[in-house]
């Protein structure tokens, strides 16, 4: 199994920055996505930013140019550095992370969660 481990979120005030982190650990051969979602109180789960190995990070159009999606590939860890924050992105952020155990079989691996509070 693959683990997701997050880390970062907390309460910041409106135009705060915060940075996530997730590291993956397993049985891992692979990696070719990873990303944050996030999912806010009463709505669906949405996409934020993902990189795919070799690929140019996409990012929704509500965090294009404040967040910044990068990974550490030797590590398996992906960031999310998350400036100008605003009450609009308090949600709860999970990494999710795409690729194939050592068997080659393929995995789509959520995290927990990590909570973050924007509020004055």
């Known amino acids: 199994q693959v683990q997701l481990v997050e880390s970062g979120g907390d309460l910041v005030h409106p135009g705060g920055s915060l940075r996530l982190s997730c590291a993956a650990s397993?049985?891992?051969?692979?990696?070719?996505?990873m990303g944050w979602y996030r999912q806010a109180a009463g709505r669906e789960r949405e996409m934020v930013a993902i990189?795919?190995?070799?690929?140019?990070?996409v990012y929704s159009d509500s965090v294009k140019g404040r967040f910044t999606i990068s990974r550490d590939n030797a590590k398996n860890t992906v960031y999310l550095q998350m400036n100008s924050l605003r009450p609009e992105d308090t949600a709860v952020y999970y990494c999710?992370?795409?690729?194939?155990?050592?068997?080659?079989?393929?995995?789509?691996?959520w995290g927990r969660g990590t909570r973050v509070t924007v509020s004055s």
């Open positions: 999710n992370t795409i690729g194939a155990y050592r068997t080659y079989v393929p995995f789509n691996a």
């Open positions: 397993g049985s891992i051969f692979s990696i070719h996505t």
């Open positions: 990189i795919v190995t070799g690929g140019t990070p």
